[in-house]
């Protein structure tokens, strides 16, 4: 028999936070519930549009933070 | 989580041996979680960038001077710093109201925002700026939520302890938050298309 699961199990398993054996039963049951399998759909789909949403800072900013790292290597010239 | 073949701590690890490129590796790797998490709190492009600065400044002191605890995950630490940044900002420029939980711990779910900026108004119409607009009017607890779960990467038992909720409520905080952006995006991208395309 499959065991049902709710939209916050969805969630869980889209952010990889079920078990082996839970991971196991979702997929499970995502094959044979339609309205479980649309709520995936839709909180994968979600995420993939967070992800997308990241800002990228200037390169400018990367490179200072990159040069302040390397200036803390420099030799002293006292 | 994504997979690297080089874990964050060996890079950690490398840097503390003088390997800059490992450092630029966990930059490069990191940087826009960092900026989004500090943007989405801030609101303004420009102190974003300042705070993400003074986040690695912070961090490549840490590690030269040999006061990183290795012991905690690298991301986690990391994520902190940036956050504490985002929240000290509002605390000088007092537009962020001091509120402690009962178990201690401070809060920014009563986060206020700064007003639009110039370059908000000018990238309204892109879907992506669109989203964080979004994720910023969603009510408090669920943009807390889903900022710690999708951009902070902590997991659903990690910001429970934190919130002071249960597994169950921060669960059906990030549903919501979800929900609503998936809602607000679907009548947007129609108002979108609609003006693109004009019947």
């Known amino acids: 028999m499959t065991k049902t699961f709710t939209q916050n199990d969805v969630i869980r398993y889209v952010y990889h936070e079920t078990s082996a054996k839970e991971t196991k039963e979702i997929e499970k049951a995502l094959l044979c519930d339609a309205k479980l399998e649309e709520i995936y759909k839709e909180v994968l789909s979600m995420k993939a549009d967070l992800n997308k949403a990241k800002k990228v800072p200037s390169d400018k900013v990367i490179n200072s933070i990159l040069n302040y790292s390397k200036s803390l290597n420099l030799p002293s010239n006292k | 989580m994504e997979k690297y073949k080089i874990s964050d701590s060996q890079l950690v690890s490398l840097y503390k041996n003088g390997n800059e490129e490992a450092f630029e590796q966990l ?5 826009s979680r960092v900026f989004t998490t500090i943007y989405l709190i801030v609101k303004d492009n420009y102190v974003a960038e300042d705070l993400l600065q003074e986040t690695f400044v912070k961090v490549v002191r840490t590690i030269k001077e ?27 420029e007092k537009r962020y109201p001091t509120i402690i939980m009962e178990d201690g711990s401070h809060v920014f779910n009563t986060l ?8 908000s108004k000018q990238v309204r119409q892109d879907t992506h700026a669109k989203l964080r607009e979004l994720i910023q009017e969603l009510p408090e607890s669920q943009k807390e939520v889903l900022m710690m779960r999708h951009y902070m990467e902590m997991s659903f038992q990690e910001i429970a302890e934190n919130t002071g909720v249960s597994i169950n409520t921060a669960l059906g905080r990030m549903r919501y938050a979800l929900i609503n952006l998936r809602k607000k995006m679907k009548q947007f991208n129609i108002a979108y298309d609609q003006n693109i395309y004009p019947k």
């Open chain 2, 27 to 31: 930059l490069t790797r990191h940087k």
């Open chain 2, 66 to 92: 040999g006061r990183y605890n290795e012991e905690g995950k690298f991301l986690p630490w990391l994520m902190r710093i940036a956050h504490n940044m985002a929240i000290d900002y509002f605390r000088k």
């Open chain 2, 112 to 119: 206020e925002f700064s007003e639009d900026s110039v370059e």
